[in-house]
């Protein structure tokens, strides 16, 4: 039984020592994000802090680790996530990979010498480093759809190894049956945790870092179609405004003209350029625009 079951989730108040002796995942996590051991009594949110972690996001990747949780803050800090992944692909390029790769190479070599299996197995682990250092340096040049696909077949190549392995490894011809060293064992385990870990790499990014960054585009896009509308706005001239104001009170053009004391061809003038600047054409949509943008009293018009 997991021993926090009774939880919901970890919250910045929570003691980070209580995070890394429970969950089998913690000290990994800490790890990436910068943080170091001999945290004493301090809360989450106080280790954060010290080290610069944004707290919120760092919560976000415990809380998806441990309980799947995919309600999302609204305030993921993406330089703090990336720095999380990219401190995680070091990991796997420098120390992970490597060292299952040594590990592979000695449990093999006790193998029966008259197969080409080992060599094989050996082939196809070299394979799927290739693929993880493509997928790493895509992810690092911030090119994450490029491998949108790739994910499920790079952690199903390092599965398929694994049950290679199980199915295929050749014994030595003196070997008895049922032998199996503990080299051989330490690979297996090192292969399912590398495959387990990939995977939920591979899930924060497409769970927590893509949705971050569509929803920083989305606010970016917004923000460029605010600040437009008010361009537009400032746009116009005062005299312009004048014309609009008596455009939405539904006067004619000669109407406008005597009010204004100006030519009736100054007024379709005056005209043409509103709607060329906002790029409103009908009566009824400036008539809007005078109104959300205080133009007009909407309890003057009929």
């Not at 190894?161 to 003196?174: A, F, G, M, V």
């Not at 959300?292 to 009929?302: A, K, Y």
Request: with cysteine; charged share 25%; proline share 4%.
């Amino acid at each position: 039984m997991h021993p926090q079951i009774y939880k919901i989730m970890y919250k910045a108040s929570d003691k980070i020592c209580d995070l890394m002796s429970h969950e089998e995942d913690a000290i990994q996590i800490i790890s990436r994000f910068g943080l170091e051991m001999g945290v004493g009594e301090q809360t989450i949110e106080q280790v954060c802090d010290s080290h610069g972690v944004h707290t919120p996001t760092f919560l976000a990747v415990v809380n998806y680790k441990v309980f799947k949780l995919r309600a999302l803050p609204a305030d993921i800090d993406i330089p703090t996530l990336q720095r999380y992944l990219h401190n995680a692909h070091t990991y796997f390029l420098d120390f992970r990979l490597p060292r299952l790769r040594r590990l592979l190479i000695e449990a093999i070599i006790p193998a029966d010498p008259t197969t080409k299996i080992p060599g094989l197995i050996l082939r196809c682990y070299d394979e799927f480093v290739d693929e993880i250092r493509t997928h790493i340096q895509h992810e690092n040049e911030g090119r994450y759809d490029e491998h949108e696909h790739d994910d499920q077949r790079i952690t199903d190549k390092l599965s398929e190894i694994k049950n290679l392995i199980i199915k295929y490894y050749p014994t030595t011809p003196t070997s008895t049956e049922g032998t199996v060293t503990y080299t051989l064992i330490s690979v297996m385990s090192d292969i399912w945790h590398t495959e387990h870990d990939f995977s939920d790499h591979c899930a924060i990014e497409d769970d927590i870092l893509r949705p971050a960054l569509i929803r920083k585009k989305d606010r970016y896009i917004q923000k460029q179609k605010t600040a437009a509308f008010k361009d537009a706005q400032e746009e116009l001239s005062a005299r312009e405004r004048d014309v609009l104001v008596q455009i939405v009170k539904g006067l004619s053009y000669k109407e406008i003209a005597n009010v204004l004391h100006i030519s009736t061809h100054t007024v379709i003038s005056h005209r043409k350029h509103i709607t060329s600047k906002l790029n409103i054409h009908s009566s009824a949509g400036l008539t809007i625009y005078a109104i959300v943008n205080h133009l007009v009293d909407i309890g003057s018009l009929e």
